[in-house]
């Protein structure tokens, strides 16, 4: 047997602890740098759009002067497609992922659609822009309407929504399917009553941060030509309509100090609407998250 000397011992422990001082500070460091980015964004933000902040500006449509321009449409417009989006996303995205984990066999193909699919999670938004505006814009004709914004938005979440929606299902353990099986229930009844409740806080994690990357993001907006400016409400999924991220990225590249401190309302307003809609999922997603 090898004998080593205490001091040898005694000294590699004190090198081992100095690296792990050493990795723990890099990584606080880190943290504590972001959320310092985080909070003088926030600040600012607070800063320069709270004195635009009253009900008329909620209740007003825009306008060319700073003082009289308002966020109506671009907030309604916002709500109505978050509304399409949704059910779409979250439907396509579920059943896809279902029969890639449920029914779809173990084989190259379907491991390079596997593939394939979490590739596109990492595609840039423009690319998914330039899709609707060929396939839903021109092809189907749906024009600078809800539908087509709505449709290229659900194209751009879903394969994040896919990929949580499988991992979550792939979490479940198999030993609840075995004992859904032998009690004499069907492969179906096995993944409505005991697989999709199981996997649904999983399912809501992901569909959460995807909605929240839809509601933001300005790019597919643009390719497919959302207007900027509107003075009316849709009153159909085929009326124009325009959005919080296109109404914000107006005021702050026009050239007037004043409309940079709307557009800092408008942000104030985008976070609160997303507050509101992650807490909706996320009290869903506790609540089975007790239950399962």
Known sequence: MRYIDDSVVMKRMKTRLNKNKSWKALFLTGTLFALLCLVILLVRIVTQGIGYLDWDFITSFASRSPERAGIKAALIGSIYMMCIIAPVSMILGVSTAIYLEEYAKKNKINDFIRMNISNLAGVPSIVFG??????????????????AAGFTMSLLILPVIIVAA??????????????????????????????????????LTGSILALSRAIGETAPLVVIGIPVILRFLPDSLLSEFTALPMQIYDWAKRPQEEFLYVASAGIIILMLFLVIMNSI????RNKFSKRY
């Open 166 to 203: 499988q991992e979550a299902i792939r979490a479940v353990p198999k030993e609840q399917r075995e004992a859904s099986y032998g009690m004499g229930a069907t492969k179906w009844q096995t993944i409505t009553r005991v697989v999709l409740p199981a996997a649904i806080p999983g399912i």
């Open 281 to 284: 999922a996320i009290f869903i």
């Open 130 to 147: 330039l899709l609707g505006l060929t396939i839903f814009v021109r092809a189907l004709a749906l024009g600078k309407s809800l539908l």
